[in-house]
Nanobody, 115 residues
């Protein structure tokens, strides 16, 4: 069983920065397919930044150049550095891990960007 716990969300003004963390525990084999998703009020959950392999990443067009995903394999933790935040970045941010043919989700952390 795998558990994912997000942290680092909060209220920030437009133009500010936040760093989210997602700590994975349990039967972890690899973080190669771990990523961040978000769900804004009234909208569907969308991919924000994900690892698509050992060294490859994919970003939503709306966050390219502003967000950076990284990981610390020794700590089983994935990070999302978010800079130049905009009000439209507001939402609940979830981390997701695909491992052993299973999909795991965290409970999310709320990010609110005020204008």
């Amino acid at each position: 069983q795998v558990q994912l716990v997000e942290s680092g969300g909060g209220l920030v003004q437009a133009g500010g920065s936040l760093r989210l963390s997602c700590a994975a525990s349990g039967s972890i084999i690899s973080l190669n397919f771990m990523g961040w998703y978000r769900q804004a009020p009234g909208k569907q959950r969308e991919s924000v930044a994900i690892f698509t392999g050992a060294s490859s990443t994919s970003y939503a067009d709306s966050v390219k150049g502003r967000f950076t995903i990284s990981r610390d394999n020794a700590k089983n933790t994935v990070y999302l550095q978010m800079n130049s935040l905009k009000p439209e970045d507001t939402g609940v941010y979830y981390c997701r891990l695909i491992a052993g043919g299973m999909v795991y989700w965290g409970k999310g952390t709320l990010v609110t960007v005020s204008s």
